[in-house]
């Protein structure tokens, strides 16, 4: 008997299959297909434990589907743009394509380590020429589509540098830039947007996707749909002035407006007693997020701007002040304010002293406005309210609340607002001032304004002989080569676009260019994606929910729009993983100095234990703290698997019962782990078949069972196995002299007549409390099963000679006896 030794077979193992192609992934006709998908990595350098807490388990996920019949695509690729890298050429002094790609090298030979069913013929990465050359293709098709559009936007800019930063490079409550310590400050920038509003009442519709119900609710909550209505005000100086309200019942009671520090009309409505204090204001708001000024713990701040508005519903004469509460990116950038009825416009009115009118009477009596302590949200009756006095009032949205319904009515046949739905999404900003990304594929001709790059002239090629500054400025400003073409309509001088695309912009079809990844005519061959698309299984993270896995599903919904998919969703199916922490429970990071090094791990215990550890050691959808001790319960697994599989098993004495309980724990073993790989149930499947380990170790111990039983207990191990030490089992097949190779073997199949148990334990209860145990031959009838609860001794004793009132048997199992 050869002793286990990973670190030999592993790696002999992983070039076999390379050698055989064996996990080589094409069109078969004659099976069901599955496209099995997981989150791609950014090639940091370093595959980390979350990388391999993500994909191991998925790839045990895919080979099962592949025994069970299906022919299985399970890709992978790099997410080789950003700012990491450019990050690095600026600090290391070298350039981010040579970093990418070297850390691309790395990772993918830590990635074969792992023994996943990657078809590496598919890898896709998308800082490669022929893969960004159709993220361009895209961007000119949703421009063709009226999805792409430019306008003036802001963005984080230090002034000292002569930069726009990205959110990681702001640092500290003072908001000041990472490298020079120099205050940031908000700049408008012409940029791209696509618009994902268009489809913002598509993306709430879930119907065609079995995705985790708390994904659902982080999408539905971002997209945020409101309904309310439009109202017009008017300034003074007769500017129409909109707002969205969800509550244009209380438009009556609105006695202050408040206008965004963006809103372009503050400067008009500002007094030339409160300019300079207006300035002010605004320049303060420049330097908050979007995030610290919607905080509700936040205290609010404001300044009047000695402008007023006229209430079009009647006819007051309200004073508007500018607030950094109210963001410019929601509804029209200015809001009405309604102090009794809503607590933020309340706190707002008691610190500046403005007037509170209540507008709702609740059942308890009228609202004493000086005496309020907070706002009143809740059902009553319209008050002080003019036409609609006396209509109710309900917590429903929308036209459900009759005096919502009632003022929607009011405004329409006034011609003072309609109706509207208003959602919280904004369009989607592609445009980043870097370097290292896709080029946006547009030139800028005095003449014709923004042309596309022609398709003949894509991909708009990054120049690799850059200068990258100490500012972080991108050198595409002042490479005089990329910068300076010609209009490809007339021909005449013209200027590329410098910013480059958002990265979520490459990830958010990468799952289709995994079809033809080297395809130079089209982004992917429609022959393969007729076959393989739309993906049937997503694994990633939940931090994904509200931006990769809401502009992949715009990208798809979009695509159909050109023609190119016939279907709207981009993924059937979702899970996602939970997230390993540190043995301190902590978030690994380097500088707590708990973070798991996998190479070290798969170099100690090899990659099949680690693996398996990974899937058993807690729920895959939660995650949970790493456990170096935890690790030697699965390595105990494998070493043990090794020697049943190599044991020269010769039964001394057959024993029946032992036979038939053999048989009954595999047969259950196969029926418990396919139902677990079913539902992701990782971690019961290995401990499902670490009991089936037990079973054969007695056996085993025993030599009491047939030959037919051990050998169908042990094979049916090991191809209950494969899917998660796929290295281990394939070596213990080919021991067997079963066919190689057991990756390519159909699932085992149970049957239930073998599964069944000879006897089941029957729990008995009187009034819920457990008065006994009592072993019953499985399948005993329900009134046998009364009748053995009530002969019990020790029911009997509970039941003091009294009559029970009633006794109910539940599902077989349980005797519930009611005093």
């Given at each position: 008997m050869s002793s286990y030794t990973p670190q030999q077979l592993e790696p002999r193992w992983q070039a076999q299959w390379q050698a055989d192609g064996l996990y080589r992934q094409v069109i078969d006709h004659n099976k069901p297909k599955h496209y099995a998908l997981t989150m791609l990595p950014y090639p940091s350098g370093d595959l980390h434990i979350g990388h391999w807490y993500a994909m191991t388990p998925s790839?045990?996920?895919?080979?099962?589907?592949?025994?069970?019949?299906?022919?299985?695509?399970?890709?992978?690729?790099?997410?080789?743009?950003?700012?990491p890298a450019e990050n690095a050429a600026i600090k290391r002094n070298i350039h981010p394509q040579t970093w990418t790609f070297a850390n691309i090298e790395r990772m993918r030979g830590q990635l074969r380590s792992m023994g996943a069913m990657f078809d590496w013929e598919r890898e896709a990465v998308s800082a490669d020429p022929s893969y960004y050359k159709w993220?361009?293709?895209?961007?000119?098709?949703?421009?063709?589509?009226g999805l792409a559009y430019r306008k003036l936007s802001a963005v984080d800019f230090c002034p000292n540098c002569n930069t726009t930063l990205a959110r990681e490079q702001v640092w500290g409550d003072d908001r000041h830039c990472e490298r020079c310590g120099t205050p940031v400050i908000k700049k408008d920038l012409e940029q791209w947007f696509f618009k994902t509003t268009d489809y913002a009442e598509e993306l709430l519709d879930f119907s065609q996707i079995d995705w985790p119900e708390r994904v659902k609710v982080m999408q539905t909550?971002?997209?945020?749909?409101?309904?309310?209505?439009?109202?017009?005000?008017?300034?003074?100086?007769?500017?129409?002035?909109?707002?969205?309200?969800?509550?244009?019942?209380?438009?009556?009671?609105?006695?202050?407006?408040?206008?965004?520090?963006?809103?372009?009309?503050?400067?008009?409505?500002?007094?030339?007693?409160?300019?300079?204090?207006?300035?002010?204001?605004?320049?303060?708001?420049?330097?908050?997020?979007?995030?610290?000024?919607?905080?509700?713990?936040?205290?609010?701040?404001?300044?009047?701007?000695?402008?007023?508005?006229v209430n079009p519903v009647n006819g007051a004469r309200i004073p508007i002040w500018v607030a950094d509460y109210v963001l410019m990116g929601y509804g029209f950038g200015a809001i009405m304010a309604v102090p009794a009825h809503d607590q933020r416009d309340f706190e707002f009115a008691r610190k500046f002293g403005l007037e509170i009118i209540p507008v709702i009477q609740p059942e308890s009596g009228a609202l004493d406005a000086d005496a309020m302590p907070e706002s009143y949200v809740g059902p009553g009756v319209m008050v002080n309210s003019g036409p609609i006095d006396g209509t109710a009032v309900s917590d429903d949205k929308g036209r459900k609340n009759p005096s919502i319904a009632a003022a929607i009515d009011w405004l329409a046949d006034h011609n003072a607002g309609e109706e509207?739905?208003?959602?919280?999404?904004?369009?989607?900003?592609?445009?980043?001032?870097?370097?290292?990304?896709a080029p946006i594929p547009v030139v800028y001709c005095p003449e014709h304004g923004a042309v596309?790059?022609?398709?003949?002239?894509?991909?708009?090629?990054?120049?690799?002989?850059?200068?990258?500054?100490?500012?972080?400025?991108?050198?595409?400003?002042?490479?005089?080569?990329?910068?300076?073409?010609?209009?490809?309509?007339?021909g005449g001088p013209a200027q590329r676009e410098t910013d480059t695309m958002d990265t979520f912009m490459c990830s958010s079809w990468y799952q289709y260019r995994y079809l033809s990844p080297n395809d130079d005519e089209a982004p992917f061959d429609p022959t393969e994606g007729a076959y393989w698309l739309p993906v049937d299984q997503y694994?990633?993270?939940?931090?994904?929910?509200?931006?990769?896995?809401?502009?992949?599903?715009?990208?798809?919904?979009?695509?159909?729009?050109?023609?190119?998919?016939?279907?709207?969703?981009p993924m059937l199916a979702l899970h996602n993983q939970g997230m390993v922490l540190g043995e301190d429970n902590e978030?690994?990071?380097?500088?707590?100095?708990?973070?798991?090094?996998?190479?070290?791990l798969v170099q100690q215990y090899g990659a099949d234990t680690v693996r398996t550890y990974l899937m058993f050691f807690t729920k895959w959808d939660q995650g949970g703290p790493w456990n170096y001790d935890g690790i030697k319960g699965p390595q105990r697994l494998l070493l043990d698997v090794w020697d049943i599989a190599q044991h020269a098993y010769a039964p001394q004495k057959e024993d029946a019962q032992a036979t038939r309980n053999l048989r009954r724990k595999t047969h259950q073993t196969i029926r418990k782990v396919g139902q677990d790989f079913e539902s992701f149930s990782f971690n019961t499947a290995v401990a499902a078949i670490m009991e089936l380990r037990n079973t054969l170790n007695d056996a085993k111990r025993n030599q009491n069972v047939s030959a037919a039983a051990?050998?169908?207990?042990?094979?049916?191990?090991?191809?209950?196995?494969?899917?998660?030490?796929?290295?281990?089992?394939?070596?213990?097949?080919a021991q067997r002299g079963r066919p190689y190779s057991i990756h390519q073997q159909s699932w085992p199949q149970w049957d239930e007549a073998i599964a069944k148990e000879d006897t089941i334990t029957l729990i008995v209860q009187i009034n819920g409390k457990v008065r006994d145990r009592i072993d019953v031959p499985a399948g005993t009838p329900e009134a046998d099963l009364k009748a053995a609860a009530l002969a019990s001794d020790n029911v009997q004793k509970h039941l003091e000679g009294k009559e029970p009132r009633k006794v109910i048997v539940v599902k077989g199992k349980l005797v519930n006896i009611v005093r």
């Open positions: 790839d045990a996920r895919a080979r099962y589907m592949r025994m069970k019949g299906y022919n299985v695509m399970f890709p992978m690729g790099f997410d080789a743009f950003g700012l993220t361009q293709w895209f961007f000119k098709k949703l421009i063709e589509l909550n971002w997209i945020g749909r409101s309904e309310g209505a439009n109202v017009v005000f008017k300034t003074e100086q007769g500017d129409e002035m909109p707002i969205f309200t969800t509550r244009p019942d209380t438009l009556w009671g609105a006695t202050f407006m408040v206008m965004a520090p963006e809103h372009p009309l503050v400067d008009t409505i500002t007094s030339a007693e409160q300019a300079e204090a207006v300035r002010e204001y605004r320049e303060q708001a420049q330097r908050l997020t979007d995030i610290d000024r919607e905080s509700a713990d936040r205290e609010k701040t404001g300044v009047f701007s000695g402008g007023y508005a509207a739905i208003n959602y919280r999404l904004r369009d989607w900003l592609i445009s980043r001032q870097r370097y290292w990304g596309p790059v022609p398709d003949e002239q894509l991909p708009v090629l990054l120049p690799e002989d850059v200068e990258f500054m100490p500012t972080g400025e991108s050198p595409l400003r002042f490479h005089e080569e990329f910068l300076h073409t010609e209009c490809p309509i007339c694994t990633g993270g939940i931090e994904h929910a509200t931006m990769h896995l809401i502009y992949t599903r715009f990208f798809t919904k979009a695509m159909r729009e050109m023609g190119l998919v016939d279907f709207a969703e978030k690994m990071s380097k500088s707590r100095g708990n973070v798991v090094a996998p190479d070290d051990w050998a169908e207990g042990v094979e049916s191990m090991l191809l209950l196995l494969a899917p998660i030490a796929p290295h281990i089992t394939e070596e213990l097949w």
